[in-house]
């Protein structure tokens, strides 16, 4: 078991949740602000931004992106935390539009991106990420230093991961979201957690999430054989399994907290984390 300082990355918003599927869902740049600023205020060093346009969809101008990113390095605590934009192909499976965030610069930059390392399925949905755009992503991250945020739900993206570290496409220090409980990817038992673990690049720093039931347990075994944990309404909108009782963000992360405390993990501080994972403050 891990006894080691752990990191806590939350995905507070996604491309999917609606105010119908969750009254805590933040889907405004008020309300992502404000869910920000209270977990900053518990400790959570890393956040995993998505924005909406006025219909709600996932927004890919980057410009709510940039002032979302000036809005929370505007809080207590926000200039030190971590801040990654998503380039999901969720929505969008074209390069060029995808891309666009990455463009963002000075006070709006990022310090990390997503970066989904195959095409999958969800239960409703695909998210498609042909080879070509994954290596283009990459490429562009590396050009503009910002740090990949790889997404890792299966034994073939954690080889990809390998594949992209022998192409020099990306670098150490690596950071990957080991996401499991997808209907078509990893489940968040121990031997298929153990091996994604395994199959990651040598050193590679990894959090696990959990989809829908799967987030707690997933939790659980980050805190004891990971890096790190991803939580949020992104991945889970219930605080139980009966689904009786919706969530917010703030209460996923502070039952994060009891439980590492439970563990004896100490949570990273937000310098360490950074210098942990090579990313340059304030975005620079």
Known sequence: MHQSPFAINLACTGAIPTRATSPHVPLSHDEIVADVAECLAHGVQMFHLHTRDAEGRQASDP????????????????????????????????????????????????DMASLTLSSLNFAQSASVNAPDTIRSLARKMKEVGIRPELEVFDLGMANFARVLVKEQLVEAPLYANVLVGNVAGAQADPLSVGCLLAGLPAGCFAALAGLGRQQLTANTLGLLYADGVRVGLEDNLWLDHG??????????????????????????????????????????
């Open 243 to 284: 689904r009786d009782r919706p969530a917010t963000n703030a209460q996923l992360v502070k039952r994060i907290l009891r439980l590492a405390d439970e563990f004896e993990r100490p949570l990273y501080g937000r310098a360490a984390l950074r210098r942990r994972l090579g990313v340059c403050a304030d975005g620079a």
């Open 63 to 110: 410009e709510p992106y940039g002032r979302l990113i000036e809005a929370v390095r505007a809080l207590p605590g926000g200039r030190e935390a971590i801040l990654c934009v998503t380039t999901s192909g969720r929505r969008e499976a074209d390069f060029a539009l995808r891309s666009r965030v990455l463009d963002l610069d000075g006070a709006m930059k990022p």
